[in-house]
């Protein structure tokens, strides 16, 4: 006889739904009041979650994939994770091409989460073709039945987070949202959740984070992609030296720059003050909204909406490591707090 157990068929189920938490502390010195949508507690530890169960299951839908497919995308972030993770359940193969840039780290966690990983080099142009999208077009050409997720330049991107985030944040705030802010790299989370809170409300004001070294900003202003404004620079998963077509520029308002030294002390401070441990790009975010407060974005009345994208547990070897934080010289500031010092008992 089977009883009746309270428990999930499987972690898709936990995919979206994720939890809408006030913040405290951090916004004290604030005008308004600011809620973070908290993206780390998907299953896979970020919003890369729904777009690659959304896309997944889309072309299951359209009947391309079957048992045993393989799954193509170029990534060693946390859209990989998440279609690894998706793989592992739903029975495909998951390939993923990187460049040899990808830490060792981010390279052992996508193999213990099943992926065959690729890994090519990072200084050859996008058009060789030993250059990770070369490999990953090639491996998909020759694999019959595989699925090539390209969420740059796929649609699908921005549509799961038009069905699943904007409603999401539109039910939770009970449509009294008045500002989003999020961070804008394939785009697909600002431009599909902005669409649809758009369409309920076309007064929401929607302003997109970008990085110093990234091109999206200028060309939102100019419509020009500038290659003078591309140079390396330290966060990960925000900004672009191209243009993606999955960002629908339309349905941002602005775009804001933070710098990498202040993000990673503002996603230290999240975690210390609020207790909530996030990624680097949360850091950005709120870095952002510190900003625009200085522009004077909000009032008493405002209700913002901040999308923190991942979990901090993926950067222990960047910003969470007072190493690394000091061998970028992120503590040679006087404004900056001191790393705490460890306790060794003898
Ligand atoms: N933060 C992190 C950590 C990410 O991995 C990404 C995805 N590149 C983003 C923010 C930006 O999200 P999107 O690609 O949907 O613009």
């Known amino acids: 006889m089977e ?82 993770m998706i793989s592992i359940i739903k029975g495909y193969e998951c390939i993923l091409a990187v460049s040899s840039k990808s830490s060792k780290d981010k390279i052992d966690m996508l193999r213990s989460m099943g992926a065959k ?25 020759e694999t019959e039945g595989s699925i090539y997720i390209n969420q740059y330049f796929n649609d699908l991107n921005a549509e799961a987070h038009y069905k699943s985030t904007g409603p999401e944040i539109w039910n939770q705030t009970n449509g009294h949202i008045t500002h989003l802010v999020a961070c804008s790299g394939t785009g697909g989370t600002i431009s599909g959740t902005a669409k649809y809170l758009k369409e309920q409300n076309p007064n929401i004001r929607v302003i997109g984070v970008d990085a110093y070294g990234s091109v999206l900003k200028k060309y939102h202003e100019t ?56 990624g680097y790009t949360s850091g950005a975010v709120m870095q952002a909204v510190r900003q625009l407060e200085e522009m004077g974005e909000f009032n008493e009345n405002s209700n913002v909406v901040v999308i923190f994208p991942d979990h901090g547990s ?9 190493q690394w934080m000091s061998d970028q010289g992120f503590f040679d500031s006087k404004n900056v707090e001191e790393p705490q010092k460890i306790e060794f008992v003898k």
Do not use: Q, W
């Not at 419509?223 to 900004?239: A, F, N, Q, S, V």
């Open 3 to 84: 009883h009746k157990i309270n428990a999930y068929n499987n972690l898709l189920e936990l995919v979206g739904n994720t939890p809408l938490i006030k913040l405290n502390k951090i916004a004290d010195n604030l005008e308004g009041n600011f809620y973070a949508k908290v993206e780390g507690f998907n299953p896979g530890h970020s919003s890369k979650d729904r777009i690659a169960l959304y896309i997944i299951e889309e072309a299951e839908r359209r009947g391309i994939l079957k048992k045993g497919s393989t799954i193509i995308e170029t990534t060693s972030g946390n859209t990989g994770f998440s279609i690894a």
């Open 117 to 141: 990983v690729y890994v090519c080099p990072a200084h050859v142009s996008a058009d060789d073709p030993r250059s990770y999208y070369e490999v990953a077009k090639r491996l998909h050409e």
């Open 223 to 278: 419509g020009e992609l500038d290659t003078k404004e591309i140079y390396p620079y330290r966060i990960e998963g925000l900004g672009k030296n191209l243009i993606p077509t999955a960002t629908n520029f339309k349905v941002i308002d602005e775009f804001i720059k933070v710098t990498d030294e202040e993000s990673a002390h503002t996603a230290r401070e999240i975690s210390r003050t609020e207790g909530l441990f996030v």
């Open 314 to 322: 993926r950067y222990m070897s960047k910003i969470y490591s007072d």
